[in-house]
């Protein structure tokens, strides 16, 4: 069992940028994927960016070359730099563990806003 929680929405300016944080609790279980997900208002919910331990980070066509996704192994957090935030990024953005048992844990979500 994975306990998440996350930090760091809030409000910017277009072309601003925030960081985002997830921390994983201690389990005996190993994360295999570490993900952000996104629901923006009246979309579906997608993956905005995607780390393993096995290739390296993928990230959803809107968001390449503006968002990082990076990873603290020991502490076992992970993170989203977000840079050259758009309108169009406004949503709801979660965290995601899947583990070694193929379980799916998801943080409870942290808005995050960008407007003038």
Request: aromatic share 10%.
């Amino acid at each position: 069992q994975v306990q998440l929680v996350e930090s760091g929405g809030g409000l910017v300016q277009p072309g601003g940028s925030l960081r985002l944080s997830c921390a994983a609790s201690r389990s005996q279980f190993t994360i295999l994927n570490k993900r952000w997900y996104r629901r923006a208002p009246g979309k579906q919910r997608e993956m905005v960016a995607s780390i393993s331990a096995t290739g390296p980070p993928t990230y959803a066509d809107s968001v390449k070359g503006r968002f990082t996704i990076s990873k603290n192994n020991t502490e076992n957090m992970w993170y989203l730099q977000m840079n050259s935030l758009k309108p169009d990024d406004t949503a709801v953005y979660y965290c995601n563990a899947l583990t070694t048992l193929l379980e799916s844990y998801w943080g409870q979500g942290t808005q995050v806003t960008v407007s003038s």
